[in-house]
Antibody, heavy 119, light 106 residues
Framework: QVQLQESGPGLVKPSETLSLTCSVSGGSISSYYWSWIRQPPGKGLEWIGYIYNNGGTNYNPSLKSRVTISLDTSKNQFSLNLTSVTAADTAVYYC?????????????WGQGTLVTVSS | SYELTQPASVSVSPGQTASITCSGDKLGDKYVCWYQQKPGQPPVLVIYQDSNRPSGIPERFSGSNSGNTATLTISGTQAMDEADYYCQAWDSSTVVFGGGTKLTVL
């Protein structure tokens, strides 16, 4: 059974960089799209971006200038960097896997990690 | 940018049928999936590719997609189905979520 687990600081200061890692177990990180999705408290889901196993990426246009997603296949992990954060970036951050082949859905999700932006 | 619109809330009596809509321009030309999210938990996929149920999802969950509207239908709604529901689609290689619908079973 594939499992995803987010890790990283729960508190980030304004203007600094938010960095999170998603560790994948129970399966290889190859041959899938890996995404970050966030959810501000009491609000809906917002897609941040994805990375494919060849390193190709695509980001939400509204966040593109501040986001980098990277892949470490040797550790079966992928990471999120979000620069110049503000209080509006406070959210639960989820990592998720898009299914194989031509699938369009996220079939596995991490439990999520709350990141608060505050001084 | 592409937008998906859902009603903010839907109410249903136990045992009745709940329908949650998701609207977007020419949505029927795209695959839509649906997630259920309960408080403090990550979303769970309940419908993918418009109308398919993942293993373990009860048969009372069904989906359809045509024209500009996709619909999640829950037949014989149970108290455990009370949750937030999100539709999701892809547009131009980006992922779009609907704003979410709170389903109340009362």
């Amino acid at each position: 059974q594939v499992q995803l687990q987010e890790s990283g600081p729960g508190l980030v200061k304004p203007s600094e960089t938010l960095s999170l890692t998603c560790s994948v177990s129970g399966g290889s990180i190859s041959s899938y799209y890996w995404s970050w999705i966030r959810q501000p408290p009491g609000k809906g889901l917002e897609w941040i971006g994805y990375i494919y196993n060849n390193g190709g990426t695509n980001y939400n246009p509204s966040l593109k200038s501040r986001v980098t997603i990277s892949l470490d296949t040797s550790k079966n992990q992928f990471s999120l960097n979000l620069t110049s954060v503000t209080a509006a970036d406070t959210a639960v951050y989820y990592c998720a896997r898009r299914g194989a082949g031509g699938s369009t859905e996220f079939d596995y999700w991490g439990q999520g990690t709350l990141v608060t932006v505050s001084s | 940018s592409y937008e998906l619109t859902q009603p903010a809330s839907v109410s249903v009596s136990p045992g009745q049928t709940a329908s949650i809509t998701c609207s977007g321009d020419k949505l029927g030309d795209k695959y839509v999936c649906w997630y259920q999210q309960k408080p403090g938990q990550p979303p769970v996929l309940v419908i993918y590719q418009d109308s398919n149920r993942p293993s373990g999802i009860p048969e009372r969950f069904s989906g359809s997609n045509s024209g500009n509207t996709a619909t999640l239908t829950i037949s014989g709604t149970q108290a455990m189905d009370e949750a937030d529901y999100y539709c999701q689609a892809w547009d131009s290689s980006t992922v779009v979520f609907g704003g979410g619908t709170k389903l109340t079973v009362l």
